[in-house]
Nanobody, 113 residues
Framework: QVQLVESGGGLVQPGGSLRLSCVASGFTVSSYVMRWYRQAPGKERELVARITSAGTSSIYADSVTGRFTISRDNAKNTVYLQINSLKPEDTAVYYC??????WGQGTQVTVSS
């Protein structure tokens, strides 16, 4: 069964950090481009980061460049999103997506003082 499970979200103060994890089962993440999306209340889902299957290239949304880092550990079949210098506007549900079409259930990130 193809599955993605995200974790690592939570409530953090502005300026804080979190590391989100996305663990895959039923397929090998090293075979696919992997992406992180987010969806804030009342807004469309947006792509925040993407990493190639080899992990040699990544791209980021302008709003997160310099603060977010996507990485992958193929041995653990896991993709990560390190998010630093969090801002209230980063509040959203963060979703992991694989190039085979699989989606996770999302993990909530709330940035508030």
């Amino acid at each position: 069964q193809v599955q993605l499970v995200e974790s690592g979200g939570g409530l953090v103060q502005p300026g804080g950090s979190l590391r989100l994890s996305c663990v895959a089962s039923g397929f090998t993440v090293s075979s696919y481009v992997m992406r992180w999306y987010r969806q804030a209340p009342g807004k469309e889902r947006e792509l925040v980061a993407r990493i190639t299957s080899a992990g040699t290239s990544s791209i980021y949304a302008d709003s997160v460049t310099g603060r977010f880092t996507i990485s992958r550990d193929n041995a653990k079949n896991t993709v990560y999103l390190q998010i630093n210098s969090l801002k209230p506007e980063d509040t959203a549900v963060y979703y992991c997506n694989a190039g085979n079409g699989a989606w996770g259930q999302g993990t909530q990130v709330t940035v508030s003082s």
